[in-house]
């Protein structure tokens, strides 16, 4: 163990797989986590060979495999037709090409695995109830004041609390997140209520006018999770409610019958607001420096939010072992490094965002050129999933 302690604020998938990453350096760290207790929402989450492969660094990838579930093609459809129009094939050849496996697993599944790694580290202190208020920097040391008092110094300090990280306040300060008027509902329901059993190993996504549906299994496939997404068309036009139930079963109400039907596993009680932020290129400052949302939140249309904080974790420990205590150094080549993939991520994201939810002419054009991909040749996300080199090598 060397040096002074990283603190780092935000416990969730970004900040946990960060101290993981550096406690595997053999830095001291502290996570701060503001609410009363590490955990995650009770959702599925996609997770590609990109993030397999930093998984498996971290040396958690093996033991999720229990909790995962491993489909064997990502699936397209229409829906208001309910009809395949593209997949692409999880099997050997992928595997083949990208070197891991493409996984889905339950959120609180995947924190844990981080999390009990974490506790396995002497060089990890977690502490909960501890939400970052204000820090400052001065000569070599970073202070953090907590909102419940507490002050902690520390050499560095890593802002990975997620998409209203005050971190990013104090050192971009660019306000508010872009609202992008897209609203989720979402569901897990025990594997036996769902009626229509014909899309059991796969991960399908129905895409509509302003809408969309995502089902895939979880938990070794005992539950499914549902996902249904909607572009406000009410909050385009000024009205109240945006987003609401009702909104909900009116947007859907095109759909074919059996991709509506799937809207009965998903609970009403609350939604998402769907937001991100153009990408930035100064989350850096001397010691301070931003990790996965607080950094660079992103729509989920390619489902690499979490991926990308993954990757964001590996990439800044390998930057700071190299540059030993001078971490202004090491966090502006970090950032340098995770600035294009990142942003790519954001913009091609809201660029699916609009792929996957068009009508009319648009619809017809987007489904040919679907039907006419080869499943073996996910071109259009090769450049993700074959993944980041961490020290001149993949
Ligand atoms: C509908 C939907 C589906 C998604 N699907 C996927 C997917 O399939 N694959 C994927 O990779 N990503 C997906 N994402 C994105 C993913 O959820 C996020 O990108 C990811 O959770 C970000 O992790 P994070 O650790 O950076 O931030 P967060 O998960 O937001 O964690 C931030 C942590 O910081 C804590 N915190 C906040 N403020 C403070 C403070 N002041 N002091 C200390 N702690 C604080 C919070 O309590 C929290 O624990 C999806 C997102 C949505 C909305």
Redesign the pocket.
Known sequence: MSGREILI???????LAAALALAQKGRKVRV????AE?G?IGY????GPN?ARMLDRLGVLKSLEPASVFPEALIFADALSNEEISRIALGKAFLARYGFRYFVIH?RDLHGGLLAACRQRGEIVLESS????SFSQKNQTVTAV??NGAVYEGSALIG????????RQAVIGDGAPRMAGHY?Y?GVVPIEEVADKSRMNTMTIWGGPDLHMVQYRLQGGAVMNN?A?ICSRRIRRGEPDPGAPDELEELFARTHPGVRDNLRYVSRERN?V?HDRDPATNWTEGRVTL????AH??L?YL???????IEDAVVLAEKVAAAGEDYPRAFLAYQRERMNRSARVVLSSRFFGEYIHVDGGARALRNELARARDPDNPWEVDWLYKGIEVNGTL
């Not at 599925?44 to 997770?47: A, L, N, P, S, V």
């Not at 990975?160 to 971190?167: E, I, V």
């Not at 489902?303 to 904080?309: C, E």
């Open positions: 604020a935000g416990g969730g998938i970004g900040g701060l986590e503001k609410a590490f995650e599925g989450i996609q997770m993030v959120r501890r939400g970052l208020k907590c909102e990975a609390d997620g998409l209203w990280s005050p971190t989720v979402r996902v997404t998402w769907l990790l996965g949302d607080a939140p992103t989920q489902a690499q939010g979490a991926q990308m904080a």
